[in-house]
């Protein structure tokens, strides 16, 4: 069964810092990666999708990458703003249908 | 393009009674999920559709629980009798067959069983 953990649970940093988020998943046979933004009672904004055979991608300030074999993946924030501030969640997709498994997301606090 | 849409976003309701949500995916979209997500968690899978087929269900989804597709569009799911456990933030989500895989979701319709 496929789990996946993300570390840390929660963070705090000032504006302007660059940041990693961690996410790792025990099952290496997976089909894609996806990053999600989730902010308070709100739905889930896609904001990366990685393919097994990618190493990464970027989408302006953010780059996550992929490492299939050892089961981890970095979601890269590069100069954070105020605005970041979110629950961010790691999903795998093992290729049966698009059926997600999550992480439980990492909070991320932007001060100023 | 109006991405996916889902209602009612907030319901609250009486132990014991039945609720339903409606889930509009984006209109070329053939694969449609549900997913429930608790407070602190990640979403977990319910269900999905491809086209009007509902082709699998999480062990989650008690038989209080049903989901539709009529004609491939939009989407319900039924509660019954609800209980104090089904409070949560219940998702949507589509994609289209033998793309990327990335699902799109939608705001959630958030339950509350008092």
């Known amino acids: 069964k496929q789990e996946v953990t993300q570390i840390p649970a929660a963070l705090s940093v000032p504006e302007g810092e660059n940041l990693v988020l961690n996410c790792s998943f025990t099952?290496?046979?997976?089909?894609?990666l996806q990053w999600f933004r989730q902010d308070p009672g709100k739905g889930l904004t896609s904001l990366l999708l990685?393919?097994?055979?990618?190493r990464e991608q970027t989408s302006g300030r953010l780059n996550a990458s992929l490492d299939k074999s050892s089961g981890r993946s970095t979601l890269y924030i590069a100069a954070s703003q105020p605005g970041d501030s979110a629950t961010y969640l790691c999903?795998?997709?093992?290729?049966?249908?698009?059926?997600?498994?999550f992480g439980t997301g990492t909070r991320l606090q932007v001060t100023l | 393009d109006t991405g996916v849409s889902q209602n009612p976003r907030h319901k609250i309701t009486k132990r014991g009674q039945n609720v339903t949500f409606r889930c509009d995916p984006i209109s070329e979209h053939n694969r449609l999920y549900w997913y429930r997500q608790t407070l602190g968690q990640g979403p977990e899978f319910l269900t999905y559709f491809q086209n009007e087929a509902q082709l699998e269900k999480s062990r989650l989804l008690s038989d209080r629980f049903s989901a539709e597709r009529p004609k491939g569009s939009f989407s319900t799911l039924e509660i019954q009798r609800t209980e104090q456990g089904d409070s949560a933030m219940y998702l949507c989500?589509?994609?289209?067959?033998?793309?990327?895989?990335?699902?799109?979701f939608g705001e959630g319709s958030r339950l509350t069983v008092l």
């Open positions: 989500a589509s994609s289209i067959t033998g793309a990327t895989g990335e699902l799109f």
């Open positions: 990685i393919q097994s055979s990618q």
């Open positions: 099952d290496s046979a997976i089909y894609n």
């Open positions: 999903a795998v997709d093992t290729g049966t249908a698009s059926k997600l498994t």
